[in-house]
């Protein structure tokens, strides 16, 4: 099962911020946060991922809470081309390779 | 690069057939990973692949599936007898296990539809 919960949907407009939650309440010292984005008929593209200190790329910037048990994808200025399929998810960064993706946010820049 | 390379896009047959899907990783990646993804379960990981060998094949849902590596820059994964239950979209991704953010690289997807 997936470690974490995302809302299903959320609506943003253009220009604005899109900031996508993720709670991973029973994430272990080991595990990571990665996003991906899922563009629709296209596979999941890597986004961002942290351990416990806010990241910040050419893409987006990802907020972890102190305890870690929520984060925030933040794409700063969204655009139409950001329309997708947004997932969380934990993994530990040695070990497994394994993803497991839960139903992610579904991401709706509007005009 | 190429990315990942999938074939075919598209595949329509018929329930009992036999459907061999195809993957070309990303040269020099020695992680490969088999996805399905559905409407119902959404995206889920079938098996996965290190320097050709199968590590984790737990989510391979019977034994009508199976898949291969016969060498670092090709894999197939076959249905067969195929259903129409099978149908959905396939994804190949690889990746680069020294890499140090290891992420995956995903191919376009097999759309496998099974009348």
């Known amino acids: 099962d997936a470690k974490t919960t995302q809302p299903p949907s959320m609506d943003c407009a253009e220009g604005r911020a899109a900031n996508l939650p993720c709670n991973h309440s029973?994430?272990?010292?080991?595990?990571?946060v990665y996003w991906y984005r899922q563009i629709h008929s296209q596979g999941p593209q890597y986004i961002i991922h942290g351990l416990k200190n806010n990241e910040t790329n050419e893409m987006a910037s990802l907020i972890i809470t102190e305890d870690r048990k929520s984060s925030t994808l933040i794409l700063p200025h969204a655009t139409l081309r950001d329309t997708a399929v947004y997932y969380c998810?934990?993994?530990?960064?040695?070990?497994?390779?394994?993803?497991?993706f839960g139903t992610g946010t579904r991401l709706k820049v509007l005009a | 690069d190429a990315g990942v390379i999938q074939s075919p896009r598209h595949e329509v047959t018929e329930m009992g057939q036999e459907v061999t899907l195809r993957c070309k990783p990303i040269s020099g990646h020695d992680y490969l990973f088999w996805y399905r993804q559905t409407m119902m379960r959404g995206l889920e990981l079938l098996i996965y692949f290190n320097n050709n060998v199968p590590i984790d094949d737990s989510g391979m849902p019977e034994d009508r599936f199976s898949a291969k590596m016969p060498n670092a820059s090709f894999s197939t994964l076959k249905i067969q007898p195929s259903e129409p239950r099978d149908s959905a979209v396939y994804f190949c991704?690889?990746?680069?296990?020294?890499?140090?953010?290891?992420?995956?690289?995903f191919g376009p997807g097999t759309r496998l539809t099974v009348t």
């Open positions: 991704a690889s990746s680069l296990g020294t890499a140090r953010l290891r992420e995956q690289y």
């Open positions: 998810i934990v993994r530990p960064f040695v070990g497994t390779y394994k993803y497991i």
């Open positions: 029973t994430i272990s010292g080991n595990e990571y």
